[in-house]
């Protein structure tokens, strides 16, 4: 076999050519939609040659942070670099070995760099404010930890939104033992957003209007299109539904390709990046989400792709033709390219206002052919929780994509509330009414009124084990309940109830009272596993493209689980928030009103993620693996970052074997400020 390790990057030339003389695609920021929609003849690259990863190897790093001035869209503005370059070095470390990394801060304000997935002391881990105060301007910071795993990984800035203005770089870990997967020749795919717009900028915008970057809303001729297609009445109802919730079905990013111009080893798309294989060469490409706020979905026409490690960790082996990798996600795959042939290595944001792209190829004068993108996702009832499994739609005279604009989210009324609903647009036969389950839809908070709480500690991890499936009451019942003797232990849950190790959560979903406020517009009352779900835009891939997308069930780790006990106990977590006001929390609760969240020293312990809102997160714990429950208690997989789709609840495993403070937040940059906890680990 030839070398495992051989990274031939493409030589860098300098392109004197001015800017505005030359014939420019830069899809996104500055490119038409139409536009987007045409495949690109061979020779879209012709004239710009791409730049490749520069390469750091060895025990000691030298890392200087500096300002620079870039040019993406033929526009000049500051970036947030490392060495002088946009994405950072790339780091290659080797397991087993110590590694210290000098880090100096050439800012004008405190920087930090964070090693994203690395498992290290909690003072090295890089979150100011944490165990760590950050690196003030002029001074450096040194870096210094045993490196306990190989795969691929990345890192970047934690202070302030310097990730958002260029500050990340992709590491390389080799394993210490012979690597399983075989390949002859690797390179990392590292794919971000950039914005000539200062990222405060654009947070104050979306705090002002949330939909301020979303150029797909309704207008007026959806509307009479809709009322051709379905009616009047139940267009007219399916808009009121929206409406009155403040909600939008169209809602699929918050900062969109109208700003955004998508990278690709820092290269924009009119320029593209390219990567050489000579023939019968196996090719692993290490594709990593270093965006602020994209999530991609990737594919190679004309090539199947095999998944081989998941956040940096081995999985058994996946063949696919297309993965949705979150923000912070990582994605080792190997493909087998056939000589004389290039291909298009597609990545297209989630809302398909963009993409960026790269050229596989065995000849640097041969260029793939740019697909089209995909067409625009629109959410639908299960993005927002419902349980749609007892309706009967057949009297509704609506098509998949108008039951897609229908919202409940403000369903969560009692019997009383029920009575002044009218059905009689909606064309149901009184039979078919007896079909829907409205038993999921949960209490309004008068229902409640009779409760009594006095006894029971008000922080959210007290109330999120409860499991109330048992007690077999209605809502009249519950008003006279008195839990004042109930004594249940903080977080705790009865270990009858808790659900087998790979297995996930049995527990009843709880919706505990900060979630009920201005602060939260959406609360999922019948939220399904999202382990099956590829995600919104992508579920009909397979059936209509032919094109099998991985989902979270497809990932099982390739040893065997590492920490084989049963949970002890699990925490309920719901990602919530307003989106109309672009407000961000967990259990409704922002971060700087939260209590930590404490994990024992050694306990192993469940985490139910429960989504709430309509938009997917990509939710990241520091200094431990969060070890997804896929169904097979054997081999579950360790992951870093955990994408929750919208409406959707999943779970996962933690040991807390790591003692100290430690971050557990959404990976968008803009969520981040409320969606945000800190767990201590004692």
Known sequence: ?????????????????????????????????????????????????????????????????????????????????????????????????TVTLRVKNNLDHDSSIHWHGIILPTEMDGVPGFSFDGIKPGETFEYQFTVHQSGTYWYHSHSGYQEQTGLYGAIVIDPATPDPVIYDREYVVMLSDWSDEEPENIYAKLKKQADYYNYRERTVMDFFSDVNKNGLANTWNARSMWNTARMSDRDISDVTGSTYTYLMNGNPPEQGWQALFQQGEKVRLRFINSAAMTIFDVRIPGIKMTVVASDGQNIQPVSVDEFRIGVAETYDVVVEPEVDNAYCIFAQSIDRTGFTIGNLTSNPSLYASIPKMDPAPILGHSDMGMDMSGMDHSKMAMDAGDMQGMDHSEMAMDAGDMQGMDHSKMAMEAGDMQAMDHSKMG?????????????????????????HSKMAKDAGDMQGMDHSKMAMGAGKTALSDLGLAGFGSNNEIKHIDTEFGPQVDMRADAPQSGLQDPGIGLRDHKQQLNRKVLTYADIKGLHPTYDKRQPSREIQLHLTGNMNRYMWSVNGVKFMDAAPLEFEYGERLRITLVNDTMMTHPIHLHGMWSELETGDPDFIPRKHTILVQPGSKISYLVTADAIGQWAYHCHLLFHMPGMFRRVVVK
């Open 1 to 97: 076999m030839k070398s495992q390790y051989m990274i031939k990057p493409i030589i860098q030339t300098i392109d004197n050519e001015p800017n505005n003389s030359r014939r420019r695609f830069v899809f996104g920021a500055s490119a038409m939609l139409a536009l987007m929609s045409i495949p690109f003849a061979k020779n879209a690259f012709a004239n710009a040659l791409s730049q490749s990863l520069t390469q750091l190897s060895g025990k000691v790093f030298d890392l200087s942070i500096d300002y620079k001035m870039v040019n993406f869209t033929g526009k000049s503005a500051r970036a947030t670099v490392v060495n002088q370059l946009l994405p950072a070095p790339l780091l290659r470390w080797k397991e087993g070995e």
């Open 443 to 467: 209490m309004d908070a008068g229902d409640m009124q009779g409760m009594d709480h006095s006894k029971m500690a008000k922080d959210a991890g007290d109330t999120q084990g409860m499991d």
